[in-house]
């Protein structure tokens, strides 16, 4: 038995009375074949369910329960376009909380969505982990149209770049036009503003049609306050755990069954419908669940299991600060089976020994000394005590892989979370963001750039929103002055609300092209292309990695091979030009980067282009860069 749409029935139950099973495909509005759709909704706490169709004609119909909760109905006469809301005990009119698309905003109808779509990337396979190398973007400020489509338009100048991954800050329908998209509160339905899910659909194609993979941000640990109404229709929530957004999210509780089955649906909606590629999953470490089978490993085995039905190769990728191995290691060790997630850790330490900042949560960090350990080892904190928390923090990953680590020198929180949004490019020399160029794209880890950061882009990323709520909105504002002050930064933030804000905010791509900017884009194009082509670049593995530290200068030194073929690197983080003798294993040398060369706009270099070594060789490190070497065949 199938609805038409080739999808297997998920049986909920029968009617009482009634001896047809229920088998809606799907939470939400389904469009089945002679037009007929699928309508169903869990609403355990409303005694009577209606479905009100307001457009093309409008009409209301009486929904039938069934067992835990739902509510289903199949209606004839139904077609994709038609606008519809839940009537909860006949007095309580709302959009449905697994719609796809919210065309007219968080308080207006749902739109039924055709799961049809023109796609051209029928032999698309997905990519290889290990071949991520991921550009994060914010779709409204990406470009000045600020929608998919406009994105689409950028999307040769990113694949001339050479990354490989596009990641999508969210894109779940969220109040108003401007908002970072983590206030969203359909999950399931691309925001109307940025062109919905046809909109995402094309972007999605032209990307595979592109050889570029999709990730899409996805935030299952909270939804927004505005226009989330789904605690009228059922236990979403519950007050045994809290987050920094209020209560927590029902993934253990009574009725949690159901609440998982929402957002595995939308995970599996994101995957099939519109052909992601991996979901990153939003601050996990504020998903509470001391179940024993855990929400975050059915999400992962669900996503898995996606993606082998539809023959694509798809991951899930968590952001977590918890510094714990089970979250990317299999579940038959005791993980969770996630397949990588974001290391702060390296991000953390790079900023401080590049900026000297030691406020807020980077008193933990000692700067040079702590990116070296991440350098070799992913975490920094291992179990040792932290300051910032109060506790001790972390236990060691050496045992991971390290294709299950995601790292950056900036991204939307670590810019756009500073009071004024400055990226790195406003913080540091022209000479530093070279080398934290280096450290991210010839790590043996998975590369993350934050768009403009390829070239520099001068413009910040500030927090912006675009409230109806006056109330929300002041709440708001307040919350951001309270979050900035543990970092002891002076002045008044910008306003979230303003749309200046969001304007200022705009990439500005003409300036790839001019100057500076245009060498910095270069040197990422350039070390990009190394990390596909260099097999000792391409191979991620620290088993194949040697690292060497020299404390005082501040230089980090590493040499990273492969059966036959090797690289050695130096980055020297120092003020000034520092001496030493450089371990590199005998052989001959050639110099394939070395960022103080006039080539790179540096201020001129020393060091030979060739290197004849018998195990250690004398080099002199011009200050804040780094040299690149290749064992010469």
């Given at each position: 038995?199938?609805?038409?749409?080739?999808?297997?029935?998920?049986?909920?139950?029968?009617?009482?009375?009634?001896?047809?099973?229920?088998?809606?495909?799907?939470?939400?509005?389904?469009?089945?074949?002679?037009?007929?759709?699928?309508?169903?909704?869990?609403?355990?706490?409303?005694?009577?369910?209606?479905?009100?169709?307001?457009?093309?004609?409008?009409?209301?119909?009486?929904?039938?329960?069934?067992?835990?909760?739902?509510?289903?109905?199949?209606?004839?006469?139904?077609?994709?376009?038609?606008?519809?809301?839940?009537?909860?005990?006949?007095?309580?009119?709302?959009?449905?909380?697994?719609?796809?698309?919210?065309?007219?905003?968080?308080?207006?109808?749902?739109?039924?969505?055709?799961?049809?779509?023109?796609?051209?990337?029928?032999?698309?396979?997905?990519?290889?982990?290990?071949?991520?190398?991921?550009?994060?973007?914010?779709?409204?400020?990406?470009t000045p149209g600020g929608t998919f489509d406009s994105a689409i338009e950028r999307l040769d100048d990113l694949a001339d770049l050479g990354v490989t991954a596009i990641e999508l800050m969210p894109v779940a329908q969220f109040p108003g036009t401007r908002n970072w998209g983590y206030d969203g509160v359909y999950p399931s339905a691309a925001q109307n503003s940025y062109g919905g899910p046809d909109g995402l659909r094309r972007f999605v194609d032209a990307c595979h049609g592109r050889g570029l993979a999709v990730v899409l941000d996805v935030v299952y640990n909270h939804l927004g306050p505005e226009g989330n109404y789904?605690?009228?229709?059922?236990?979403?929530?519950?007050?045994?755990?809290?987050?920094?957004?209020?209560?927590?999210?029902?993934?253990?509780?009574?009725?949690?069954?159901?609440?998982?089955?929402?957002?595995?649906?939308?995970?599996?909606?994101?995957?099939?419908?519109?052909?992601?590629?991996?979901?990153?999953?939003?601050?996990?470490?504020?998903?509470?669940?001391?179940?024993?089978?855990?929400?975050?490993?059915?999400?992962?085995?669900?996503?898995?299991?996606?993606?082998?039905?539809?023959?694509?190769?798809?991951?899930?990728?968590?952001?977590?600060?918890?510094?714990?191995?089970?979250?990317?290691?299999?579940?038959?060790?005791?993980?969770?089976?996630?397949?990588?997630?974001?290391?702060?850790?390296?991000?953390?330490?790079?900023?401080?020994?590049?900026?000297?900042?030691?406020?807020?949560?980077?008193?933990?960090?000692?700067?040079?000394?702590?990116?070296?350990?991440?350098?070799?080892?992913?975490?920094?904190?291992?179990?040792?005590?932290?300051?910032?928390?109060?506790?001790?923090?972390?236990?060691?990953?050496?045992?991971?892989?390290?294709?299950?680590?995601?790292?950056?020198?900036?991204?939307?929180?670590?810019?756009?979370?500073?009071?004024?949004?400055?990226?790195?490019?406003?913080?540091?020399?022209?000479?530093?963001?070279?080398?934290?160029?280096?450290?991210?794209?010839?790590?043996?880890?998975?590369?993350?750039?934050?768009?403009?950061?390829?070239?520099?882009?001068?413009?910040?990323?500030?927090?912006?929103?675009?409230?109806?709520?006056?109330?929300?909105?002041?709440?708001?504002?307040?919350?951001?002055?309270?979050?900035?002050?543990?970092?002891?930064?002076?002045?008044?933030?910008?306003?979230?609300?303003?749309?200046?804000?969001?304007?200022?905010?705009?990439?500005?791509?003409?300036?790839?092209?001019?100057?500076?900017?245009?060498?910095?884009?270069?040197?990422?194009?350039?070390?990009?292309?190394?990390?596909?082509?260099?097999?000792?670049?391409?191979?991620?593995?620290?088993?194949?990695?040697?690292?060497?530290?020299?404390?005082?200068?501040?230089?980090?030194?590493?040499?990273?091979?492969?059966?036959?073929?090797?690289?050695?690197?130096?980055?020297?983080?120092?003020?000034?030009?520092?001496?030493?003798?450089?371990?590199?294993?005998?052989?001959?040398?050639?110099?394939?980067?070395?960022?103080?060369?006039?080539?790179?706009?540096?201020?001129?270099?020393?060091?030979?282009?060739?290197?004849?070594?018998?195990?250690?060789?004398?080099?002199?490190?011009?200050?804040?860069?780094?040299?690149?070497?290749?064992?010469?065949?």
């Open positions: 038995m199938n609805d038409g749409t080739g999808r297997p029935p998920a049986v909920l139950g029968t009617h009482r009375g009634n001896a047809h099973p229920l088998y809606p495909p799907s939470l939400g509005a389904i469009p089945l074949d002679e037009g007929r759709c699928s309508f169903c909704v869990w609403a355990p706490n409303a005694e009577r369910v209606e479905l009100h169709l307001t457009a093309p004609e409008e009409r209301t119909l009486v929904m039938h329960p069934a067992p835990r909760g739902y509510f289903h109905r199949i209606v004839e006469g139904v077609a994709a376009g038609a606008r519809y809301l839940f009537r909860l005990d006949g007095d309580r009119a709302r959009p449905d909380p697994a719609s796809r698309s919210q065309p007219d905003g968080v308080h207006q109808p749902s739109e039924i969505v055709s799961p049809a779509f023109g796609w051209t990337d029928h032999t698309w396979p997905g990519l290889p982990l290990d071949k991520y190398i991921t550009y994060e973007l914010h779709v409204g400020t990406f789904l605690s009228e229709f059922g236990h979403y929530f519950t007050q045994r755990h809290r987050t920094p957004w209020g209560a927590a999210l029902n993934f253990d509780g009574p009725w949690s069954d159901e609440v998982r089955r929402y957002f595995i649906e939308s995970a599996l909606y994101w995957i099939r419908d519109c052909h992601i590629d991996a979901l990153r999953l939003d601050a996990v470490h504020a998903i509470f669940d001391q179940s024993a089978r855990p929400f975050l490993q059915e999400l992962a085995d669900a996503v898995r299991l996606q993606g082998e039905i539809v023959n694509r190769r798809t991951y899930t990728i968590a952001e977590s600060n918890l510094n714990d191995p089970r979250m990317v290691s299999p579940k038959e060790l005791g993980g969770h089976g996630i397949d990588a997630q974001w290391v702060d850790d390296l991000h953390h330490a790079l900023h401080t020994a590049l900026t000297g900042e030691r406020t807020g949560y980077y008193e933990d960090f000692r700067g040079f000394s702590d990116l070296a350990e991440s350098w070799r080892e992913g975490f920094v904190f291992c179990g040792q005590y932290s300051r910032y928390r109060g506790r001790r923090h972390g236990v060691p990953a050496r045992s991971l892989a390290a294709r299950r680590f995601v790292i950056a020198a900036q991204n939307h929180d670590q810019v756009g979370n500073r009071m004024l949004g400055e990226r790195l490019a406003a913080l540091v020399s022209f000479e530093q963001l070279k080398v934290a160029a280096g450290v991210v794209l010839l790590s043996p880890y998975l590369p993350l750039l934050f768009m403009g950061e390829e070239y520099g882009e001068p413009a910040p990323f500030q927090f912006f929103t675009s409230h109806g709520d006056p109330g929300l909105v002041e709440a708001v504002r307040r919350g951001r002055k309270e979050e900035f002050a543990t970092f002891r930064w002076e002045g008044e933030p910008p306003d979230p609300q303003d749309e200046n804000t969001y304007h200022r905010c705009r990439l500005n791509w003409q300036l790839r092209h001019e100057g500076r900017h245009a060498t910095l884009f270069r040197l990422h194009q350039t070390l990009i292309e190394l990390r596909k082509s260099h097999p000792a670049l391409a191979l991620l593995s620290r088993d194949h990695m040697q690292t060497f530290v020299f404390e005082k200068p501040k230089i980090l030194a590493s040499h990273r091979w492969t059966v036959d073929r090797g690289v050695f690197v130096v980055f020297h983080l120092g003020e000034s030009a520092a001496p030493l003798s450089a371990p590199l294993p005998a052989g001959r040398w050639e110099k394939i980067i070395d960022t103080a060369d006039a080539r790179w706009d540096g201020p001129g270099s020393s060091l030979p282009a060739e290197l004849e070594s018998s195990g250690e060789v004398p080099l002199t490190a011009a200050p804040h860069s780094f040299v690149l070497y290749s064992r010469a065949p």
